[in-house]
């Protein structure tokens, strides 16, 4: 702008312009600023909303909690990092690649947009007593995998835990055929992505709670629900990771051999559990575990582990010697419930096991057909 000496009130006008725009862009400044500032904090989890991310696993697990802690690294299924070839002919693959994509960018999506693409009303499972009468199916029932086991024919379940921290093992699990159960770490970013996704692959979905370890030099991650916590601090870390993503039926525990041994810690878990219309699978790290009795008291639904399939991890031979035991449970039993995790190791025999076992007479099911086979076994009084 030319400023013009010989006219003092335009010279004036003119100063005034000059000093608002210079004032408004010194505004611009700041607000551009400060919003960087804020994104940094809130990616750095200074701002507590989501806590470490998914490159602070916790530590590696003891034995006492006979649940290995996430992996950090881990072989991909192709050299590209996509998932194994064998998937169901119902999977949309471009979708689903694109669920990667997206979870793979950290692109902010919106989840109820995320989850709209996944029919989740077709083919609900009945409604049962044991809910007391409530005038709609519970939460778990509209989330679970519809699935009509065949008569006579033993069920097994396949819960994969630790699932979200690392991608690349969360690809090769939700490659797998199923339905598997998938429990997906409260703590692990990208959650509605990949859910989605998985969902999409015909897997059933649960919520993988960091509860509190014996072994205090255990880290078992963000938000983990402890003994000695005030009731409101430990309300608020449980509706934190119930509130992460949608779609899950039901949570169970990662580590908590203490607070799964806690009366008072554990009543409130299944009054929440209750309220929302949820499953609770106890993955029995601990013999002392009251989480079966409360569920019970609290009318909550709800199974136990038999089998830990990957103690021994990269141990391929004793994974499939732990899915031979649990093929011999379901068939004394007629169901059984395996617990393992997205290694390399595991999802390799996996791969292979899945189709042996339909050939030997099993039935592949998610956890809910487990519970509500148990609901019936209760119901006719031999549960």
Not at 6 to 24: C, E, G, H, L
Not at 97 to 112: G, I, K, L, S, T
Not at 192 to 213: F, I, K, N, S, W
């Amino acid at each position: 702008m030319v400023r013009n000496d010989s006219k003092p009130s335009q010279a004036r006008r003119s100063d005034a312009a000059w000093n608002v725009a210079a004032v408004a862009g010194l505004l611009c400044i700041g607000i551009l600023v400060g919003g960087v500032a804020g994104v940094v904090l809130d990616r750095s989890g200074l701002l507590g909303s989501h806590g470490p991310g998914s490159d602070t696993p916790p530590l590696t697990e003891q034995a006492a909690d006979a649940a290995p802690a996430p992996e950090r690294g881990g072989a991909a299924a192709q050299a590209d990092g996509r998932p194994p070839a064998a998937w169901e002919d119902s999977v949309d693959r471009e979708a689903l690649e694109a669920a990667f994509q997206r979870a793979a960018e950290d692109e902010p999506v919106e989840r109820a947009e995320e989850q709209a693409d996944v029919d989740e009303s077709a083919a609900l499972p009945p409604a049962f007593s044991s809910d007391q009468g409530l005038a709609e199916p519970a939460a778990w029932q509209l989330h679970a995998v519809a699935t009509v086991p065949e008569t006579g024919r033993p069920m097994v379940a396949i819960v994969l835990d630790d699932i979200g921290v690392n991608r690349r093992n969360a690809r090769r699990a939700i490659g797998l055929p199923g339905p598997l159960t998938l429990a997906f770490m409260t703590y692990a970013e990208g959650l509605p992505d990949m859910t989605a996704a998985a969902r999409a692959a015909g897997h059933e979905l649960m919520l993988h709670v960091p509860m509190q370890p014996r072994n205090p030099a255990i880290d078992p991650g963000p938000n983990v629900l402890a003994q000695g916590l005030p009731a409101a601090e430990l309300a608020q870390r449980l509706a934190w990771g119930l509130d992460r993503f949608e779609g899950y039926v039901g949570i169970n525990n990662h580590m908590g051999s203490s607070f799964t041994a806690s009366p008072e810690g554990m009543a409130m878990v299944m009054a929440e559990l209750k309220a929302r219309g949820l499953l609770f699978l106890d993955s029995l790290t601990a013999k002392e575990s009251v989480a079966g009795s409360l569920a019970r008291r609290a009318g909550v639904p709800f199974a136990e582990r038999d089998v830990f399939l990957d103690n021994e991890p990269k141990n391929r031979l004793a994974i499939e010697r732990q899915l031979a035991l649990l093929e011999q449970i379901a068939r004394d039993r007629g169901y059984a419930v395996g617990i393992g995790h997205p290694h390399p190791a595991t999802v390799e025999a996996l791969m292979a096991w899945i189709p042996e076992m339909r050939a030997r007479g099993f039935d592949l099911v998610p956890i809910s057909a487990v519970v509500r086979h148990r609901l019936a076994l209760a119901g006719s009084g031999d549960g």
